[in-house]
């Protein structure tokens, strides 16, 4: 199958390419930097006429739309950015779906559940009235009520994707990245960091993430949305505690505080459709994902 993959060069988006590739799809990558690679097309998906170049080049099938801008205080700081790559971007895909043909596969995040505290389950959203917390969290919201319009108007095949906390190798870190990437580096560089002690998640390795993505392709099921998480539900603590056991260290750069504002509180999420309809079956837990994490973030920034 041809396959375009947006945000092609990111922490999710490398790694779903390599596992595309492995099972013989013809893979074509967009992300806004350079890039040297037979099927790379450099491009940003905010411009249409960048995106539309892309796809008329890709002749794609399938997309799977992983471009975004990423994190609740990213969206504060650079909130126009983030309005134009995420919601923006989600249009100009959805206009060139409607006149090129091809099927899409959409990301959203945990976040949209913003303020509920009970079982994640997809459905949540239709049944409960959801105040979504932050600017990037809204993004992902008013992403999927495209879709979901898009769908209805136009006839287009969209599957939305909602993320639950995916970390690993690749993901470099920046102020703005996730807080396992975060907890490491930090570690690594003695640097002060605020873990917030009152919020659980469920935290899952990326290669257990990109292979129920890569399930998709070939069990597209359109208008489908799909809760894709782990199941280890643990506070933040804990895992920090699991990176400075690993690397001998201590916590004395460590400041704990209750709760961070406009977040999530809890996250207790349902992936039993993504069980059934995707095969997803995380197979690597906290005590090896988080050691493997380590030592490909110490390769890259100690010395």
């Not at 945000?7 to 806004?32: I, Q």
């Not at 917390?133 to 095949?157: H, P, R």
């Not at 099921?221 to 201590?250: A, C, F, R, T, W």
Request: glycine letters at 8%; one cysteine or more.
């Amino acid at each position: 199958m041809r396959i375009l993959v947006t945000g092609s060069r990111g922490a999710v988006g490398t790694h779903l390419v390599s596992e595309l590739d492995a099972r013989g799809h013809e893979v074509w990558r967009m992300d806004r930097g350079h890039h040297h690679e037979g099927t790379f097309v450099r491009g940003d998906v905010g411009e249409f006429r960048q995106f539309e170049r892309v796809v008329d080049e890709a002749r794609p099938e399938l997309v799977y739309h992983l471009a975004a801008e990423f994190g609740r205080r990213n969206g504060e700081d650079f909130y126009e950015t983030m309005w134009k790559s995420n919601a923006v971007a989600t249009k100009n895909l959805f206009t060139l779906q409607r006149t090129r043909g091809f099927r899409s596969i959409i990301f959203s995040s945990s976040e949209v559940y913003g303020d509920y505290d009970g079982v994640m389950t997809e459905d949540v959203l239709e049944k409960s009235p959801i105040r979504q917390l932050n600017d990037y969290a809204i993004s992902k919201w008013v992403n999927e009520l495209q879709a979901m319009n898009a769908a209805d108007e136009w006839g287009l095949d969209i599957v939305r994707v909602r993320l639950f906390n995916t970390y690993g190798p690749g993901e470099r870190f920046s102020e703005y990245r996730s807080a396992i990437c975060k907890f490491i580096y930090k570690a690594i560089k003695n640097d002060p960091l605020t873990i917030y002690t009152g919020h659980r998640r469920t935290s899952t390795y990326v290669t257990d993430t990109v292979r129920t993505l890569a399930n998709i392709a070939d069990r597209f099921k359109s208008g489908e949305v799909y809760n894709v998480g782990g199941e280890e539900l643990h506070d933040m603590k804990s895992v920090n505690d699991m990176i400075l056991d690993y690397m001998g260290l201590d916590d004395s750069h460590v400041t704990y505080s209750e709760s961070e504002p406009m977040t999530t509180k809890d996250k207790f999420v349902d992936c039993s459709k993504a069980r059934a309809h995707l095969d997803h079956n995380p197979t690597i837990p906290l005590e090896v994902g988080i050691p493997k994490t380590v030592d490909w973030m110490r390769s890259v920034y100690e010395g």
